[in-house]
C-alpha cells in the first residue's frame, strides 16, 4: 500500500478500513519473488551457476497454467535451496486462499 495513500484515508476519514484486493496482493507479491530471484540469480552467475537464468516466466506464470515444457526444469528449481523458493511460499499461499469459495460466499 502507497505510505502517502494510508497516511490520507487514516487522516480524512479514521473509520475507514482500507481493502486490499486480491490483485494488488498477488502483483506485489510477484515483485517480490522477482526481485529475489533477480538478485539471487546475479549472485549465482558471478559463482558461474545459471541455473536462474531465464527462470523468469517460470516463477512468476500461474503454477496451474505453467506449460508442461517447464514443469520438470521448475520442480528442481522449486525443490532446491534457493532464497527465491522461500519467497514463492506466500505467493502460493495467497493464491490458494483466494481460490477458496464458500457457499456463504455464492450468490
Request: with cysteine; hydrophobic share 40%; glycine share 0%.
Amino acid at each position: 500500500m502507497w505510505k502517502a495513500y494510508a497516511n490520507a484515508v487514516a487522516e480524512n476519514m479514521p473509520q475507514a478500513d482500507i481493502v486490499h484486493d486480491r490483485f494488488h496482493i498477488s502483483q506485489h507479491l510477484n515483485e517480490a519473488v522477482d526481485k529475489v530471484r533477480r538478485k539471487e540469480s546475479m549472485q549465482l552467475a558471478e559463482a558461474g551457476d545459471k541455473r536462474l537464468t531465464a527462470s523468469k516466466f517460470q516463477w512468476l506464470a500461474n503454477q496451474e497454467n505453467l506449460p508442461e515444457r517447464y514443469s520438470e526444469s521448475f520442480d528442481v528449481l522449486r525443490n532446491s535451496e534457493l532464497k527465491v523458493v522461500h519467497i514463492l511460499i506466500p505467493l502460493i499461499c495467497v493464491s490458494l486462499s483466494t481460490d477458496y469459495q464458500s457457499s456463504s460466499n455464492s450468490r
